[in-house]
């Protein structure tokens, strides 16, 4: 008996750790042959062709990558077409340094949202794109089958490069589309995407931050969350729904699909599913990895973060317009700051770094013998040996240097660009644009303080011989401070009005050696050198190493664990991940329902703090109990968590249900599993989502904006 149940425990751990619910991010195009089974199993009620197909329309033409023109392929975030006319919906953060961008004190959308009542009053956001995927293909062969085992790490990634840009010329020539190819599981498989990317992307509504920003940084990354993270944008097409440049003369985008508005509710274990654009994770990080990131890499970063986000904070509840001018800076700046932590918490907790080891040392003896894999753990832990003191001086070259106070990059970026000029140059626009935009958005004296601050930082917590010349020195004359405040009175670069000037005097003459000179560019200068000197070669040196150990470590798993279903890290690439609707424990005695509602917002309203306002209008709406349809069990729902395995990028992807109709928009995790970018946990890994009952009660109750609805197909 006793040895049966033993028995059982084993079959159960083993199970366990090949196939946990939830975990992993699919490409659409291989759901039939790794997925489809257990989707339908757990209540999927479509095919494997509904999400994914290339003959007709599928839901995969519903799903847009947001991204930026130069780098569309990097998408940012995700979002989703719900009407026949190129509505398109999506987080309010992902649409939060546009809407910033379209406001003034006066006209101040972040704080007052932005309703568009008629199509022309849709806002242009230059520079913005939506990707539509059209198809994915398999290139392994042809990338793998170019390359001989001989070839060294950089030849290797040469061919690789030549070779994918080959394949994506082929592919879109003649049309009018974009191809990418990425690598996937560490370079052993590739895959290529091609697209249609439109680039007339309209901000059509946003809610006031009181509620798309409801709970603000203190309750991102947290549950029970009550925000109403969403905002609506329009995709707009040229002739023949081609993607164009803006223009008055364009038109609604209309796509293949869209999907219906599920308004029947959800229930716990309600099958659901994610689909969209995730866009790093790194599940099969040594432990060696994991040890650097848990004691170097997420606690430095942090503590660099922590001063700067002070001194911006202090700056923000000073000044009105501070806030509005800071506020998509330093949300960026807190989010990572705050998933750091919470990852840290979570990879501590679950002893991930032991589980990582004892795989290793099965790893180890497996091995022994089979070329490639034997010696892959042992030279796996020398580099991470030598990579250690590199990586905490890199850190600190970038989030304290080169990233730190902002005057920093500038200074940097602007005097590379004028020193490019010749005599005879006249200044180019895009100079004057740089200037504007970076003054836009700074405070001279907030990044003095940030700078002083930066500097003590780097020189409490660095040897000496990882510290830059000039950051050495900015602390022996009259400390810190001192140097700080005579950096910003004698730069050339702290004082918008001072700038434009000089560069109009000096118009047509070099200003190079003028610009060397100046203190800004010295410092930034110092730190960049040093980090292109000191540390980046035997760095690069060691992640061109490791990039091939990762490439045979996991092939090398993939072969030890035959049995096992793996999934490739996130690229930025469409993926599909599934889930159901659950609570969960964070604590002994504790358990999370998966739900919350409006009077949950009530419940937290506190005018004192500046996360937890509510708005006049919604309070009133909640005291009238003018609730429209949307309402579950009497009450409004605001936000649910599932199981889905989601990472940044997947911000505002569709979150589905049973029969592909919309349930939620995806727009964070949960404290407790953040750290599933490196582990996942089934237990306590959530996605938060916004109920899309509650986008369509702010829409129809607050913003007053019925015609957006009528534009939705809505369906029980
Ligand atoms: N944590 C979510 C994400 O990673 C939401 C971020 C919104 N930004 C913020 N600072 N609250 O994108
Ligand atoms: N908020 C994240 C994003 O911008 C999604 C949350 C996550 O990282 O899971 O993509």
Redesign the pocket.
């Known amino acids: 008996m006793q040895k049966r149940i033993g028995l059982m425990w084993v079959v159960a751990l083993l199970f366990q750790l090949t196939c946990r619910a939830d975990e992993g991010m699919w490409i659409p195009l291989l759901l039939k042959k790794y997925n489809l089974e257990e989707m339908q199993r757990q209540g999927f009620r479509l095919t494997a062709e509904d999400v994914y197909d290339i003959n007709r329309a599928a839901l995969k033409d519903a799903v847009v990558g947001l991204g930026r023109e130069g780098r569309p392929f990097s998408h940012f975030?995700t979002g989703e077409l719900v009407s026949r006319e190129g509505l398109l919906l999506t987080?309010h953060?992902?649409a939060y340094s546009l809407i910033q961008a379209h406001s003034t004190l006066t006209d101040n959308y972040l704080k007052d949202g932005f309703w568009a009542y008629n199509r022309p009053d849709e806002l242009a956001n230059p520079g913005i794109t939506a990707s539509i995927l059209v198809r994915i293909e398999d290139v392994t062969q042809q990338i793998n089958g170019a390359l001989t085992t001989g070839t060294n790490e950089k030849e290797r990634a040469a061919i690789v490069e030549k070779l994918s840009r080959k394949l994506e010329e082929e592919a879109v020539r003649g049309t009018d589309l974009q191809a990418n190819v990425k690598p996937y599981f560490n370079g052993n498989q590739y895959f290529m995407s091609v697209f249609r990317i439109y680039r007339d992307v309209r901000l059509v509504g946003a809610p006031p931050s009181a509620i798309g920003k409801f709970g603000g940084d203190t309750d991102n990354w947290t549950w029970p969350r009550h925000t109403g993270d969403f905002a609506f944008l329009r995709i707009y097409a040229g002739k023949e729904n081609a993607p164009a440049a803006y223009s008055p003369e364009n038109v609604p985008y209309r796509p293949a699909t869209h999907f219906k508005i599920a308004t029947g509710g959800v229930r716990e274990g309600d099958f659901t599913f994610v689909f969209g654009y995730p866009?790093s994770t790194r599940e099969y990080l040594p432990s060696f990895a994991a040890e650097q990131l848990l004691e170097i890499e997420n606690p430095h970063k942090t503590a660099i973060r922590t001063a700067k986000l002070k001194l911006i904070d202090q700056a923000m509840n000073s000044d009105e317009l501070l806030r509005l001018k800071y506020a998509a800076k330093a949300a960026g700046v807190a989010?990572s700051w705050k998933?750091w932590q919470g990852e840290t918490k979570g990879l501590t907790r679950f002893g991930t770094v032991e589980q990582k080891r004892r795989l290793e040392a099965e790893f180890k003896t497996w091995a022994v013998g089979r070329v490639p894999y034997d010696g892959v753990t042992d030279r796996y832990e020398a580099l991470y040996r030598e990579r250690k003191e590199l990586i905490l001086a890199d850190a600190y070259a970038l989030e304290a240097g080169l990233g730190g106070a902002e005057i920093i990059a500038f200074a940097r970026s602007l005097t590379d660009r004028l020193s490019e000029m010749t005599e005879n140059d006249l200044l180019p626009a895009s100079v004057d644009q740089q200037i504007r935009s970076f003054f836009k958005n700074y405070d001279a004296a907030t990044d003095q303080k940030i700078l002083s601050e930066m500097l003590k930082l780097y020189d409490r917590q660095l040897p000496n011989e990882w510290k830059p010349e000039a950051v050495k020195e900015s602390g022996q004359k009259g400390g810190y401070d001192a140097y700080a405040a005579h950096l910003f009175h004698q730069s050339f670069f702290t004082d918008s009005t001072r700038l434009l000037a000089c560069l109009e005097r000096w118009k047509g003459v070099p200003l190079q050696e003028k610009l060397k000179k100046d203190p800004a560019y010295l410092l930034a200068s110092s730190i960049a050198d040093f980090r292109t000197l000191r540390i980046s070669p035997p760095l690069r040196e060691i992640e061109n190493q490791l990039r091939e150990l990762d490439r045979v470590w996991l092939a090398g798993l993939m072969e030890m664990q035959p049995d096992k279903r793996f999934y490739a890290d996130a690229n930025s690439t469409l993926r599909v991940a599934y889930g159901k609707i659950g609570g969960y424990s964070p604590a002994d005695g504790i358990y999370y329902r998966p739900f919350t509602t409006l009077s949950g917002i009530l419940e937290k309203e506190d005018p004192e703090i500046y996360d937890y306002r509510v708005p006049a209008k919604l309070k009133e709406l909640y005291q009238r109990k003018d609730f429209g349809p949307y309402m579950q069990d009497g009450e409004v729902p605001v936000c649910f968590i599932a199981g889905n395995h989601?990472?940044?990028?997947?911000?505002?992807s569709p979150v589905l249900n049973a029969e592909g109709h919309l349930i939620g928009v995806?727009?964070?995790?949960a404290w407790e599993g953040v750290m599933s970018d490196v582990q996942y946990e089934p237990s306590i890994c959530r996605?938060i989502s916004v109920d899309i009952r509650y986008v369509l009660f702010i829409v129809d109750k607050f913003a007053e904006a019925g015609h957006l609805i009528r534009e939705m197909e809505l369906v029980e």
């Open positions: 975030c987080n953060h992902c866009a989010n998933k989601t990472t940044g990028g997947n911000s505002g995806n727009f964070d995790r996605n």
